[in-house]
């Protein structure tokens, strides 16, 4: 059997004012004021949310502002890393630029000394202080000697006259007074150091006016069993012993 439900008494209350002559003033009033009080406070809702929002947003940008200032930051300690590798990079190149100039340096004083050296080496060997003769020699004594100081060398076959010293052949001049007319040839090196040699000799000459010879270039050959050669030395022009320039055995 089906149970029945009480039906429910809704009941309506009247407010009825104590004074006849102001009939439902303050029931009209209350409805503004409730809706004044929503109004201000839908605006002050209003407002807070703004403000909040204003406040989020002035955040995000001073966050987003940040994060750029962060990311410049990173951006530049980037670069700053770069420049200071290109600093150790051309710390090291300037490192190797030096050590490469020390070498360069050290290889430079090395030729220049060697140049020097060469040049002395040159310089000495235009000084006439070879024996002009090769073989067996002997000097001879009873050959007298002029006032041109004049050496005499007993030479043998197959021996050689040669350069006491780098030069350039300046004569080549046949019966020569030198000697005292004894002596078909002489030869004349100009060493260009103010020292000139003289050889003087029965044989052909084997060289000609202009030639540059070295120290120890042939002359003259000896074709005969014995011959006597003659020798001077002249230093500006003057004539000089050729023993104080003689290197013994040449």
Known sequence: MAKKHKRRTKYTVLLVPDTPDKPNR???ALPKLIVAMLAIFLVACIAGIGI??????????????????????????????????????????????????RKAERSQESAEKKYTDLEENVYNLTIPTGCPVTGTSSVND???????????????????????????????????????G?????????????????????????????????????????TKDTETIGYQIMEKDDYIDPWSMIEIYG
Do not use: C, W
């Open 182 to 222: 004894t002596y078909q040839y002489e030869i004349i090196i100009n060493h260009g150091n103010d020292y000139k040699t003289i050889y003087l000799s029965n044989e052909i000459p084997q060289v000609t006016v202009g030639q540059e010879v070295t120290k120890g270039d042939a002359l003259f050959t000896i």
């Open 26 to 28: 303050e029931l009209h």
């Open 142 to 180: 009873n050959t007298p000697l002029s006032s041109d100081k004049m050496v005499a060398f007993e030479t043998y076959k197959d021996a050689n006259v040669i350069a006491a010293g780098n030069g350039k052949i300046e004569a080549v001049n046949p019966e020569p007074d030198r000697g005292g």
């Open 52 to 101: 909040i929002l204003y406040q989020q947003s002035v955040i995000i940008s001073k966050n987003g502002t940040i994060n750029s200032k962060d990311k410049k930051i990173a951006s530049l300690d980037g670069q700053i890393a770069a420049l200071n590798d290109n600093i150790d990079s051309l710390k090291g190149d300037i490192i190797s630029a030096n050590t490469a100039k």
